[in-house]
């Protein structure tokens, strides 16, 4: 679906070029990813320390929205150690978030960090998360220019903006590859699928509604 | 609905009685949890070693299959901190799990834990895990009697049972608290309510398919 | 100083209200901390968690600039553990940043924490960072509006705005807690002193110039 | 001698193979090890993760009991990193453990790793772990079918089967790689040996004791 | 044992005094332990930093050499956690050993520390420690005054001064908590004893040889 | 300056050497560092475990005074895991270091390890560490020999020997590589140098005093 290419520009570079790190306790002064390398590691191996610049600790264009012209109204732009090789090894990234009026991030979770946003415009931005089995309790807060949320590692979490201008916000995670788990792609969109009738049962629907939510991702 | 609360009756221990736990490097020979000190920390806090006991690194009933006789066809029995005090501090738990013929285990991650499996009985169990985003690419496999699969920390991952039999496994975790992310508890049974047209949006149906899906969690 | 105690308002929340934190690997879905408890651990005892609430990882007013008119003409408003206790073992935080034109942040490092800046407004803003023993090697850059940079665990860093209007930044840690170590704060402020000829062995200039460096904090 | 080699086909794969591990926080969906790589890492480094594949996380024969036709009565089937290759990075093994009637599983210590035993078979299975110098406390039980036992990191342990029927169990470690310090071979068994009257002292014993302990490892 | 009794003077404090102790990372300038407090964690309860002074992060006596009269002829004066409560939560503690000529410490592992020996005086110090199984391997050397020498976390090592003279040495811990489990000791001195056939067994040995060192602990 | 570059004999060894390595859980019973190996991780790459010798684990000349003849007066002999490759994964190092009467060592931090200090000569052994901000208490104590003080992660600290003879000590870090940050090196010596005026308001002095400082490193 065009709609899912558009949005997943910022998201492809957040995940594919972080394929390799490593969140572990620093011992050098710094370990700048040699991206390049074809030994992989738990993380990047490191270029010579000589060739290190300046330029190995930077990234640009925070400032500059994202395209959120997509079908769920939101997109990002990611700073794990694949865009700033500098923050190998140092258990921390960032992303600058954009959301449309009504656009929303859909149910995901991060598999290694949590995530703590900072929201720079907006004014109605609705945001929660929800607990383990069996409570599944949904901690929500509608929030706004200057406020601050939290959430936790490996809970699902999503963000809608109900106000009626654009929304945007600045992420950090606590590991320099978090990984994002769409919930609606990984279930109903990965590749091969997973069996219908197991989504059936799961969701208890009929297969026909698994079928019409799949022909979607 | 009925069906639920019998199958809950293995995660609710799991989840409820494991609610504080701390999987971080041991520094004593142990520190058995001290499960109703009114002190909460990341994990429990340590009873007095003179009062452990043998009993407090044991469980049992390992051996008695668990009634599967519920919707999804399948229960847990954990060992987990909150089972088994002398877990505490030591990063590692462990659970029984039965599967009613064509039982599943619906699609779920453990925020803080990779799981292996191990099957004890059954011919025909459907396992399999995705990848992050963007890929999302759907390791599966079909094992049987006697293998073993490994699912990793914080992707989401499912099981059926194929075979005409009742299947059983015991699983290993690398947390002693890992917890357990049931994808559609989360998201269409959290308490309070996730917004309908949030998740109408993200899943990309109609509203009165979200609330169809609500009814039953 | 009168300038010392106005620029040290946001500074002292991040330290004296950090006072206690930790950063392993969270092992429940939340410890928000009880920053009450009599208690204290390496971070922070949890709170009941049925008394968790959405304000629990809540913080605000990071829209409004703090206020740099100080001798240095930095500010900073801190979103750590203490400002946010449901950050509690989750081994992150946050601030936002402001910098007078001409604004310095003194050389200084963080104990326990990697930084990520990412600039929100301001167009010429050095930044730097030195390496350990021998080389001190000084990675420095000038960005601006919408850049990034990293300064890595532990090294001396420091930043000044050398454009016409006033900059600004949020920043992100790698731990609940990085803390501050200024480094003339540290060496010629400490409480009690650093003995004189000491500090003028170490800097190799004459006691006198030490004390009159003394004076001033 | 003959029996030892055949009690150690298992215990050689357990630790030969797994000679190469990695047990710190992942921060890949999976770092599969590439077993066969000359650059040698604490841990594996990570295959393409395009090569991989479902059976990369997979091993089988756990059903079938191993040979315990050996002097001690005991075998394993290990499924470490070195066995599952998915296993890398993830900080969780396993294996399954055979005991004969009368067979033991002599003291020995994993240096790496805590050890949970869930008996699947047998009636008198004598457990037992010592603390630490001073007290050496013995923490002792007898357990059957079912039952489940923790042994802290590091502290010396032995199982015996008093039963009148072979026993069997799955056993799960805090490590891909624990290793086995089996306290008769290391002592008395090393290449080269430990000399004859260190022993002696250590054991308090003759030379000729030492000598003839020797001549069996 | 009179000797016995002696000898372990230095060892009942190293471990009965670090009888609770934390080795991850530190998240507070410190966290001095509050060794006086009912509530245990993996690790100490810290002092109110208010009332921490320099003496937290202090010893003496580290130049007197320790009573070498026993058995064995060794002895230790530990500085762990349990001595300096400001060691708490840093992963590191030290000791000073004392060797009589011929003197041993017999083989035993530390169960959460690598250990660095410097040798201060002596000539002919024999130091080992062996691998893993199934290789067994025995890494010997025999080292002098201003030597260093490596044993690593969980294996069993030993040494014997073979000089004519006294030797000391310094040695530095991984862990503010390493433990020590002397071999002999934990296997034929626990409280309550370990069965004597297992031990026969073990050791291959008949059950008079296994009694006949049980009675030296 | 002549003095400096004799000063620097240790520190050089102690910090070029040691460019590479890693503190995290070790997870093999030891990955020697292969310190010649062009793939460059967070710690060192194993050497090939067969090729494994005694040696590797092994260093001299502890006893051996360092020469003090500088400036400053003092000087050190490093083990860290560039000495001495077998500590390479075990998060520990050690050094002797030397301090001529009134040598000091000024002020600097450790950013990756907390520091143990044992005396073995000297009588007027002035140190000190300073906390974070706001408090920058500073802890001070002056010890004598046989006397053992901690500095803790990450704070800046000093030693000066105000006795009439030479002092040396044992020094042993929480990493293998701890990195050396000496405040006047860093800050006036750096290479390229920090802009005068930016140091002038940090230390609140004049461009002239800043530049006299400045020549001297």
């Known amino acids: 679906m065009a709609s899912r290419v558009i949005l997943l520009s910022g998201l492809v570079a957040l995940i594919v070029n972080a394929a390799l790190a490593l969140d572990n306790n620093p011992i050098l002064d710094f370990c700048v990813a040699d991206t390049k390398n074809t030994v992989l590691v738990n993380g990047y191996v490191c270029k010579d320390p000589k060739t290190v610049q300046a ?11 994202t395209n959120t012209s997509n079908q769920l109204g939101f997109n990002a732009l990611p700073a794990t150690a694949a865009q700033i090789p ?9 992303a600058r978030i954009d959301y449309a009026p009504g656009g929303i991030i859909p149910p995901h979770s991060h598999p ?15 945001v929660g998360f929800v607990t383990s089995n069996p409570e599944n309790r949904h901690i929500t807060k509608v929030i706004g ?8 590692v490996g809970l699902i979490h999503y963000q809608r903006n109900n106000g009626s201008q654009p929304a945007s916000g600045i992420v950090a995670f606590s590991s320099q590859n978090p990984g994002v788990h769409t919930v609606a792609n990984v279930v109903f969109g ?3 699928e ?3 009738d197991i989504l ?4 208890q629907v009929d297969n026909n509604v698994i079928n019409q939510i799949k022909s979607h991702f």
Do not use: C, M, W
């Open 145 to 152: 220019k200057g406020d601050v949320f939290v959430f936790p």
């Open 112 to 126: 290694r960090a949590t995530e703590i946003l900072i929201v720079l415009e907006g004014s109605q931005l609705e």
């Open 55 to 65: 330029e190995d600790f930077y990234a640009s264009g925070f400032h500059i929205p």
């Open 200 to 203: 059936a049962k799961a969701f």
């Open 190 to 192: 990965s590749n091969p």
């Open 194 to 196: 997973i069996a219908t």
């Open 86 to 94: 500098g923050l190998n090894t140092f258990g921390i990234s960032a």
